[in-house]
């Protein structure tokens, strides 16, 4: 992982519009013992964070990865179709 190998400090960005189209960005806490060594608890820190940015503006976010092109159940309606 580069911030290991390089000794970085991880920081995460948190960006969105306003009503007028003006962009903020939020800059978060640096992420404290990362990496730890844990891989899997690390991913889930990195995950936590992405979810925290598009949980800030929703709308935002460009769902454009069609992460779940199939469904358990047949008659369960697509997430992508209206």
């Known amino acids: ?40 608890a690390d991913v889930t820190r990195v995950n936590q964070r992405m979810e925290q940015s598009v949980n800030a503006a929703p709308e935002q976010y460009m769902w454009l990865h069609r992460r779940f092109k199939t469904r358990p159940d047949k008659n369960t309606p697509s997430f992508y179709k209206k």
């Open 1 to 40: 992982m580069f911030a290991g190998s390089k000794n970085c400090e991880t920081m995460s960005l948190i960006t969105r519009r306003d009503e007028n189209g003006k962009y903020h960005l939020e800059i978060l806490p640096e992420l404290e013992n990362f990496p730890s060594g844990d891989d899997k």
